[in-house]
């Protein structure tokens, strides 16, 4: 009799597994997800509805479909991430969709970052420019700053760059809120900009040449480190999406003349350095350190998210202490 008790205390006292739990596991089960639901959409509108598949209003209608489907059903009802069991309104909290305070400061700090991003991007011109031995007169300056070809009715650069704030939402509301429960706030940025680089391999699959790839899964992984440092920072989704967003709108106008004139290998190298990469990074976490240290309002929870019991409590009601690793 004694013996059955203490096997009955065994089995209760087994811990049921949990996907969020198991951080590097997590990141693969969303990256596997992603490419799930892009290979599903893909087939749904390109196979069955026969819709054409270089048509910028479908290749958005595309997008759309398979971030909606990771994020707001894959992700939350079905992987469990990035907590476990949760309400629709507790995952949009989780994940810091729902945090949009202070407004205003957090719009104006996205907004001062794009701008430091786009001045690196407009310094990687002019640095091409003088690397042909070419003048950067008033023409050129001018002929960079025009952002009208990125805008409407001539681009549809506005529309079709939406999908890219859900990569924010991906890789910095679920995957780091999931890293941030077992590792500390660096590493848990290095982790999840990892993921977020590699998961630009993806774009092998579209045709472009290994060298822009390789370059592309590079200064992704470096500015990663950036929209996750602000994330962490500030506890909101906003300023990374904004940031990353505008990013993706005008490149073509401020990098317009390198591409265009520059070999692959060369844009990807200043793309590493210029464009996306190393500087701007540097720049903008300084920046934020800076602003959020001086503008945003302090709070002991605001850098990390906050740690609530989602798991069963083992035999005699005290709660399971996570462990790091």
């Known amino acids: 009799m004694k013996m059955e008790t203490q096997n009955s205390n065994i089995k209760t006292g087994k811990r049921k597994f949990w996907l969020y739990e198991h951080p590097w596991l997590s990141l693969l089960a969303v990256m596997v997800t992603s490419v799930f639901s892009i290979a599903l959409s893909g087939i749904v509108i390109f196979g069955f509805m026969g819709l054409p598949d270089n048509s910028p209003i479908v290749q958005f209608a595309q ?8 994020i707001f059903i894959l992700a939350p009802f079905v992987l469990r991430l990035p907590k476990g069991k949760r309400t629709f309104r507790q995952y949009l909290d989780d994940i810091g969709l729902s945090r949009i305070r202070p407004f205003i400061r957090l719009v104006l700090l996205a907004l001062s970052c794009y701008a430091i991003l786009a001045l690196s991007q407009v310094a990687a011109s002019f640095v ?24 409407p009715p001539g681009s549809p650069s506005l529309l079709i760059s939406i999908p890219s704030i859900f990569e924010e939402v991906v890789f910095r509301g679920i995957v780091l809120t999931i890293f941030l429960s077992k590792y ?11 993921g977020f680089g590699l998961m630009h391999l ?5 045709g472009r040449e290994w060298v822009w790839v390789m370059g592309q899964v590079v200064w992704a992984f470096t500015i990663g480190l950036f929209y996750g440092y602000v994330f962490v920072r500030t506890r909101s989704l906003l300023p990374p999406m904004i940031v990353h967003y505008l990013g993706n709108v005008f490149i073509g106008s401020l990098i317009g003349y390198m591409q265009t004139r520059a070999s692959i290998e060369i844009q990807a190298l200043y793309g590493v350095i210029l464009s996306f990469g190393v500087v701007p990074t540097t720049l903008m976490i300084l920046w934020t350190r800076f602003f959020s240290s001086n503008r945003l309002p302090s709070s002991d929870n605001r ?15 005290v709660p399971r202490a996570d462990t790091g690793g």
């Open 202 to 206: 993806l774009n092998l699959m579209n």
């Open 63 to 70: 997008a759309m479909s398979y971030h909606i489907l990771t």
């Open 184 to 194: 500390s706030e660096r590493k848990s940025i290095i982790f999840s900009s990892l």
């Open 128 to 151: 091409f420019r003088l690397s042909e031995g070419l003048p950067v007169n008033g023409n050129f300056i001018r002929q960079v700053f025009n952002l009208s070809g990125d805008l």
């Open 303 to 317: 850098s990390r998210p906050e740690v609530e019991e989602t798991t069963p409590r083992p035999p005699g009601g």
